[in-house]
């Protein structure tokens, strides 16, 4: 079974994963860049029009670009800035990863070995743009979480970090690149987690929520570790089964927090019933 992880039930969860292979979607986004202005724009605000015009094309390596200018003058981010740099490098790193995964498929049913060859050597080259895109994400990650003036941007900046190195370790063989891969990532959501029990350990969050699920994704399918994914997932489950009552229903954070909620309960029945069979 293909783990579930928290994805982009809408804009605000861009930072955690939806399901299925994933995929971002952000065609429904609604967003109002269309409107008439009636003034010069600055240069922070032309680069914000031109990435999401960027995601709208899925030109999603121009769109990295105008938020890294953003970026690297320094300023800390907004609530939209931040969210348009996850989506701009999850997309760009989504596609390689869709890439590796056809090839990987079409190489387990090759037989002919000189085919196999050729496979191996572009899923390689793969690999090594998906190095070096994350390390250019890493980078830039580092960036903003220096700037960064609260701590649920923070968590949301090392959730980021953990997320990409996970990413990262799923398409490299074993060796220096996996290792690095699978240590860094769990020192973020480590981190990121840490900063959430700190600043808002009674709080029901879809941040925090989806921190709880990639990360136990993290435990379960780069680690191996299936005791300790379903220990967090569980816990993350029933923490926020008690603190629902506090949310109102037809607020857009009970509506994320249930949905997120969901795939944390699909995975712990997956999870489980993978060790009844064991």
């Known amino acids: 079974f293909k783990q579930k992880t928290a994805y982009e039930i809408r804009l605000s ?6 399901c299925i292979r994933d ?3 952000t065609q429904s986004t609604g967003y109002s860049f269309l409107r008439p202005f009636h003034r010069i724009m600055n240069a922070r605000e032309k680069n914000i029009f031109l990435a999401k015009v960027s995601d709208q094309a899925e030109r999603y390596d121009e769109m990295i670009s105008y938020m890294k200018a953003i970026v ?3 300023a800390t981010l907004t609530y939209e800035e931040r969210d348009l740099l996850n989506i701009a490098y999850k997309n760009a790193i989504g596609s390689k990863r869709s890439a590796w995964r056809v090839l ?3 190489l387990q049913r090759e037989s002919d070995e000189e085919r196999k060859k050729l496979l191996l050597e572009y899923r390689g080259r ?3 743009e998906m190095q070096k895109l994350c390390a250019d994400a890493f980078s830039i990650l580092d960036k903003v979480i220096t700037s960064a003036d609260s701590d649920e941007f923070r968590i949301y900046f090392h959730k980021m970090k953990g997320d990409y190195n996970r990413y990262l370790a799923e398409v490299s063989p074993e060796g220096e690149v996996r290792t690095k891969a699978t240590e860094e990532g769990l020192k973020a959501y480590q981190t990121a987690t840490e900063l959430a029990e700190k600043s808002s350990p009674d709080e029901i969050t879809p941040l ?3 921190l709880a699920l990639n990360f136990s994704v993290f ?17 993350a489950f029933d923490n926020a089964i008690m603190g629902l009552d506090k949310l109102n229903e037809e607020d857009e954070t009970y509506k994320d927090a249930t949905q997120i909620m969901a ?8 999870w489980q019933s993978e060790g009844t069979q064991e």
């Open 126 to 128: 793969i690999e090594g």
């Open 72 to 74: 690297d003058t320094g």
């Open 263 to 270: 795939l944390l309960r699909d995975n712990l029945e997956i």
């Open 208 to 210: 925090n929520l989806g």
């Open 104 to 106: 990987s498929s079409v």
């Open 23 to 25: 995929r971002v979607s």
């Open 13 to 18: 969860l861009v930072g955690s994963e939806m």
């Open 219 to 235: 435990y379960y399918e780069i680690l191996r570790q299936p005791e300790a994914a379903i220990k967090l997932a569980k816990k």
